[in-house]
């Protein structure tokens, strides 16, 4: 089993930034490839990027790169996600995410976001113009 606790979201003007943290505890194999998705109301949850290999190794959605950074404390069991530049269209509601390895592995190969089976309850992140 894998808890994740996401933190860090709240209300920022176009141009700003926020940093949002996932807290994960379980098994560690349950754990090795990390990711963020996030979701509007009405549409389908995307993935938007992913860090594994203890962090060395990382993985973002063409249209964020640049913009969103990913980190990895495995002192603290927790994954960072470093969002610069937000716009308006950034919100969503942000939810982490664990798996094992090949997810993350199949994900750099494909580009596609495989089934997580754990999840945070997300943070809501809101920008406005």
């Known amino acids: 089993q894998v808890q994740l606790a996401e933190s860090g979201g709240g209300s920022v003007q176009a141009g700003g930034s926020l940093r949002l943290s996932c807290a994960a505890s379980?098994?560690?194999?349950?754990?090795?490839?990390m990711a963020w998705f996030r979701q509007v109301p009405g549409k389908e949850r995307e993935g938007v990027a992913a860090i594994w290999a203890s962090g060395r190794r990382t993985y973002y959605v063409d249209s964020l790169k640049g913009r969103f950074t990913l980190s990895q404390d495995n002192a603290k069991n927790t994954v960072s996600l470093q969002m610069n530049s937000l716009q308006p269209e950034d919100t969503a509601m942000y939810y982490c995410a664990a798996g094992r390895a090949p997810l993350c592995l199949d994900l750099l190969v494909t580009g596609i976001f495989g089934p997580f089976k754990s999840w945070g309850q997300g943070t809501q992140v809101t920008v406005s113009s």
């Open positions: 379980g098994d560690s194999d349950l754990r090795k490839c």
